[in-house]
């Protein structure tokens, strides 16, 4: 059996969709159909669709194949993930069905387990309330990020070639008509009349060009094979995907348009940092107002802030998505809870409700703005629209938050108020708040049964332990999951100080009273009563939502042992004591940590750290300590009378005769008004975003003539494919995020830098080089680079020469028809170079020739 997962599933698997997150969607159990005006709506009533939720692959390739060698039950995996859906209130699914696994070359359809496991997951979505499009189509194989092994269609046939060649729209003809008539084995229907499934979508991101003919000649071919076997249900197809043939699409006859949506670009490498609510604050669709797109309804089949682990991206999306007047959204992809402690299944998305707890609750929140606001709506532009309806997003507090009378959520720890503490019903979060003060790290749900009853759910907590961005590998946890023993203060109404709890999921045995309003609580789901109140009647088979009070679902400890995440700061002003912060886990509470500091050949300091919050330490070493030169430390946990040393996790500790290992941090000690780097291609190539902007460009690394390694922007050759930009256009550029380089110095010094140093080599016939400094509110200051000649030079730009300017979008927004700039509002005023978050170095386009036009950078400084 499957050791990482703890299922832990009370009666009737059959789905829950809880009250605080049911949106109405019972009430519709017929179809839906396209009005004249394009607008989806439900048969019965007439009212407009708006559904928001996720897809998940756990039936398919890399999904299936890693469920199966971890030796887990998939069925059970599919319930567990599907209880969290419904917690997190989604009801909207959307899949693209590996037709590669369930085909064979002719397009017959294959009867097998991954046919099967997608009958079971449909099944369990229509129990829990949870509507569903599917895309019968992927089109990819199905090895990602492993080899291929599928051998359907799909497998012979390119997208290039799916189209256009007689055999393989034949096979796909075969296959919808297959697909659309088989019969569910576990809900009795045949897909094409199954009424949780609403709609199609015919296949995924299709890959066309000129001309036009033969495309729309393909879609309707394909919508006419799904509606010949007898489906009226509305039939989608994708348009973002090939946007050079819309006006195909826009002919063809579908009912409904597909759209998607990566802000940021996909598969950084890394974990991206700054501000990126610019990049999401409207979807504008260039075709809008085109009378042919106005008769179509519009759906997101995907969507994702890539790379991006921020808790306030979610909600910004939903909104942009119902201005642009999309009825129906769906992130790509929601992590197996089997797979999630490594993220495996795609590097450069991750969402799951145990291991990423606060951009979980935001999908919540995302979900209440996409049915709240209507479709069309608009809104004033970034910042100004950071607090709308009863919603409101915070990059600096890292806070998106949800307040209504009823129901109240948060990502983070916050300030405000519940706008009606005696009305409210739901509460569901990560931190603190004025009503539930927690000191764990997962998130956590209360829902009113009764006055002075509410139900409890609290998972486990989550410790991101590796950026889960970076390489991936089944044998590498990037978060590590905890039952500890944590701290909890609930002020709810008609709940008093002295209310009680009592475990009602399986194995729960808990059952104590708290005092002034604090308790402890371990992960688990609880009964929690106001002192006095008779709960008999409340049992784990109680009835709750579309499933039962004592239903949990949460992985188990990950057996780790302690572990640290630690960055060190790139440099530290001398004078100046420096304070060190790290997650540290395993620690107990008769453990202790120390930071054991030495300054290079000199004086060691060993000095107490202490837990700021759960699993984060931190230890301040004295001015004294902190002069010029090299500081080097350790972090050491004492444990039972041993000593385990961080870097390495090596017993013993620095000091010790026989410790042999040289494994340690460090940080310069620079003298005050000592150069910061911004920027050095050797030391931040890793840590950085360097990319073409358009088709034209692209970035590599090469060396000096002195050996050090330097970033090179190019502008390729035109072609009739790829035409030249205009002059100036933006063509490749560098972003690095500056949060913790500034930091480093103090305020005061801060304020004394005076310019920025470039040491650049600018190739012949190139175009301008531009800086840009972006505020923490996205607000971007830019000044020219004066390069002149061919030689490696150092270039002064002072600072008073920075303007407001627009912020360029990069990495690049995707789809292409997406801004690629955003302008702040108003008239900043001065940079304040304390506020900077984000370095942009941009090459600008010149005249095209018949070689790649270069610069190559070195580094930035101020000085």
């Known amino acids: 059996m499957f050791s990482r997962v703890v299922i832990l599933l009370l009666g009737a698997l059959a789905g829950l969709l809880l009250p605080q997150l049911a949106v109405g969607q019972d009430a519709h159990t017929g179809g839906v159909f396209v009005d004249k005006a394009g607008v989806l709506r439900w048969t019965q009533g007439k009212q407009e669709v708006a ?21 887990v039950d998939r069925e059970q995996a599919i319930r567990q993930d599907v209880y969290h859906l419904a917690r997190l209130g989604v009801d909207a699914f959307r899949l693209h069905v590996w037709d590669v696994e369930i085909s064979d070359t002719l397009g017959n359809l294959k009867e097998n387990d991954h046919l099967r496991l997608l009958d079971y997951l449909v099944d369990q979505l229509e129990r829990r309330g949870i509507k569903i499009i599917l895309t019968p189509i992927a089109y990819w194989n199905n090895g ?35 697909f659309l008539n088989h019969r569910n084995p576990y809900t009795k229907q045949l897909i094409r009349q199954d009424p949780g499934i609403i709609a199609f979508e015919v296949c995924n991101e299709p890959h066309y060009h000129q001309p036009e003919g033969p495309v729309t000649a393909f879609a309707d071919r394909m919508a006419g094979a799904i509606r010949a076997t007898g489906c009226r249900k509305p039939v989608f197809y994708n348009i973002a995907e090939s946007p050079q043939v819309y006006n195909a699409i826009l002919n063809a006859k579908v009912d409904g348009l597909t759209f998607q949506w990566y802000p940021e670009g996909l598969v950084g490498g890394h974990t991206l940092r700054g501000n990126f609510l610019p990049y999401v604050d409207r979807y504008p669709i260039p075709y809008a107002g085109d009378l042919r797109f106005k008769s179509k309804a519009k759906m997101a089949y995907e969507f994702e802030s890539a790379d991006v682990v921020q808790p306030v991206m979610y909600p910004f999306m939903a909104r942009s998505f119902r201005t642009a007047g999309l009825q129906w959204a769906t992130m790509f992809a929601y992590d197996p809870l089997a797979l999630a402690y490594a993220n495996t299944e795609y590097q450069t998305h991750y969402l799951n409700l145990a291991y990423t707890p606060a951009k979980a609750i935001s999908l919540l929140i995302a979900g209440q703005v996409f049915r709240r606001v209507k479709r069309g709506k608009t809104f004033k532009g970034y910042p100004a629209d950071s607090t709308f309806d009863t919603f409101r997003v915070s990059y600096r507090e890292q806070l998106s938050e949800m307040n209504t009378p009823e129901a109240f959520y948060y990502t983070n720890s916050t300030a405000t108020r519940p706008a009606a503490p005696a009305q409210l019903r739901h509460v569901a979060g990560t931190g603190s708040s004025a009503v539930v003060r927690y000191g764990g790290l997962g998130a956590y749900f209360l829902d009113w049964l009764a006055p002075g009853v ?27 999951i905890l039952w500890n023993d944590q701290p909890l203060q609930l002020a709810l109404p008609g709940l008093g100080e002295n209310y009680t709890l009592r475990g009602v999921n399986e194995g ?3 059952q104590t009273t708290a005092t002034g309003g604090h308790i402890t609580v371990r992960p688990g789901v609880y009964l929690v009563a106001a002192a006095g109140q008779n709960t008999a009647a409340y049992g784990a088979q109680t009835s709750f939502g579309a499933g039962q009070l004592g239903e949990y679902a949460a992985p188990a400890p990950t057996d780790l042992g302690p572990q640290v995440r630690h960055t060190p700061p790139a440099q530290a002003g001398a004078g100046q004591p420096l304070r060190l912060e790290a997650t540290l886990t395993g620690v107990g509470p008769q453990d202790s940590v120390l930071l054991v500091a030495q300054h290079y050949y000199g004086r060691t300091q060993t000095l107490p750290m202490t837990a700021t919050t759960y699993a984060t330490y931190a230890a301040t070493v004295p001015a004294a300590l902190v002069y010029p030169g090299l500081v080097r430390y350790w972090l050491v946990l004492r444990h039972a009378g041993k000593r385990l040393t961080f870097p390495g996790a090596f017993a013993g500790q620095p000091g010790d005769w026989d410790y042999a290992h040289p494994e340690h941090w460090e940080v310069p000690i620079v003298a005050a008004g000592a150069p910061l780097p911004l920027f050095s291609a050797g030391a931040d190539k890793d840590l950085t975003e360097a990319h073409g902007v358009d088709n034209q460009g692209w970035t590599d ?13 190019v502008q390729g050759p035109a072609s009739a494919k790829n035409p030249a930009p205009a002059a100036g256009a933006p063509v490749a550029a560098l972003r690095a995020y500056l949060g913790e380089r500034l930091a480093s110095r ?21 175009g301008a080089l531009r800086l840009s400094l972006a505020t923490r509110d996205a607000v971007a200051y830019t000044a020219e680079v004066p390069v002149s000649g061919p030689d490696w030079q150092e270039v002064r730009v002072p600072l008073a020469a920075f303007r407001p300017a627009p912020l360029l979008l990069v990495p690049r927004p995707y789809p292409g028809f997406l801004p690629l700039d955003y302008t702040a509002p108003g008239a900043p005023g001065a ?26 950078l070195e580094s930035v400084s101020l000085q």
């Open 51 to 71: 559904l928001f939720g996720v897809n998940y692959t756990a039936p398919f390739a890399y999904s299936y194949r890693a469920l199966g060698k971890l030796g």
């Open 831 to 856: 940079l304040k170079l304390a506020d900077a978050d984000v370095l942009q170095v941009v090459l600008g386009a010149a005249p095209a020739g018949p070689a790649p036009l270069t610069v190559d």
């Open 746 to 766: 103090p305020a005061a010094e801060l304020a004394g830098f005076r310019t920025v140093v470039v040491r650049v080599r600018l190739g012949a016939g190139a």
């Open 701 to 713: 690394y090469v060396t000096t003539p002195a050996g050090a390694l330097a970033l090179r922007l």
């Open 454 to 480: 509410w139900r409890l759910e609290v998972l486990p907590d989550a410790v991101p332990i590796r950026d889960p961005f970076a390489k991936t590998s089944l044998a590498q946890p990037v978060t590590q």
């Open 508 to 510: 729960n045995t808990a």
């Open 144 to 178: 990602y990020p492993e080899k291929d092994t599928g051998t359907g269609f799909s497998s012979i046939y390119g997208k290039g070639e799916a189209y256009t060649n007689p055999r393989a729209v034949a096979a796909q003809e075969r296959y919808l008509t297959q």
